[in-house]
């Protein structure tokens, strides 16, 4: 099976090796091939990394079948952040191994420590659903108009203007100042304003 292997510390001074160990061992012992190492040197309060970026988008293009940590909160300082990368990566159908919090698909007790961090994802989904869907009401009954700006009519005619002209959406893009979806409502979709 092709793994993946992410280690992170978080400053300079620390030693990524210990980690790295860890997870090789591992994988030797699980009999994993093919492993692909990534690992970052900074907070785990930062969501965007290097090396975690990397490996989000090999996992987006199923290059491996799983990925392997030493600890879940190397995936991120904050367990929210971590379970929800866990709960991107399980519904990816990649496995999710912790060598230090003993989650390994294959086990019984693997499987329930994955699906009691599943089930927290979960919770902490729908929690935020409700929380959004009730500031949502509050905001429209006190008289608030909720949504987006609608486009000005100048902004509307500049982009029929531009693709008159030939340009391409992405010349239209940088002169007009709209986002490519912005753009593709308007000449794709009829969007006058």
């Not at 879940?72 to 709960?87: E, K, P, T, V």
């Amino acid at each position: 099976m092709k793994v993946a292997i992410y280690a992170r510390v978080s400053t300079p001074g620390q030693e990524l090796e210990q980690q790295l160990n860890a997870c090789r061992d591992f994988c030797q012992y699980k009999k994993f091939d093919s492993i692909q190492e990534y690992t970052d040197v900074c907070s785990g309060v930062k969501y965007s990394r290097p090396g975690l970026d990397a490996m989000l988008k090999a996992a987006r293009h199923s290059k491996y079948a799983g990925v392997v940590v030493f600890r879940l909160d190397r995936l991120g300082r904050r367990i929210m952040d971590s379970i929800m990368l866990f709960d991107e990566l399980s519904r990816r159908g990649i496995e999710i191994y912790s060598v230090h919090e003993g989650i390994d698909p294959s086990t019984a007790a693997g499987r329930l420590n994955k699906n009691l961090i599943l089930a927290f994802a979960e919770y902490e989904r729908d929690a935020i659903s409700e929380a959004t869907k009730q500031r949502l009401a509050a905001l429209k009954a006190s008289g608030k108009i909720l949504g987006r700006k609608p486009l000005s009519k100048a902004k509307v005619r500049k982009v029929l203007e531009l693709k008159a002209e030939g340009k391409t959406y992405r010349q239209i893009r940088d002169l007009a100042g709209l986002s490519l979806g912005k753009i593709s409502e308007i000449l794709v979709g009829g969007k006058n304003v």
